[in-house]
């Protein structure tokens, strides 16, 4: 299974941007970024195929978020623009074989990075 390494979360004002970073350790058909707040279920964020022509957002982030890649670096991106408290939570990206927005079709997760949005 794939490697895969986040990086980039931190601690934001409202309507700040971050950009956090997934780093594999090979290639992957498709890779997300999910999202998990305290006492919440984990969440679908955005999407992003093998060849980054093929992107889905969920509707609460969508016009804020863009997900990218550079195949050259096996790195996905997620640049997060208008941050707002309700995003603050721990960002994960994780590997599929398929498009999914369903966490357990995942087979290969991130350990997670924290994203703090402060009114």
């Known amino acids: 299974q794939v490697q895969l390494v986040e990086s980039g979360g931190g601690s934001v004002q409202a309507g700040d941007s971050l950009k956090l970073s997934c780093a594999a350790s090979?290639?992957?058909?498709?890779v997300s970024w999910f999202r998990q707040a305290p006492g919440k279920e984990r969440e679908f964020v955005a999407l992003?195929?093998?060849?980054?022509?093929?992107?889905y957002y969920a509707e609460l982030v969508e016009g804020r978020f863009t997900i990218s890649k550079d195949n050259t670096k096996n790195t996905v991106y997620l640049q997060m623009n208008s941050l707002k408290p309700e995003d603050t939570a721990v960002y994960y990206c994780?590997?599929?074989?398929?498009?999914?927005?369903?966490?357990?079709?995942?087979?290969?997760w991130g350990q997670g990075t924290q994203v703090t949005v402060s009114a």
């Open positions: 992003i195929a093998w060849n980054g022509a093929t992107t």
């Open positions: 090979g290639f992957t058909f498709t």
């Open positions: 994780a590997a599929s074989s398929h498009y999914s927005f369903v966490p357990r079709e995942y087979h290969s």
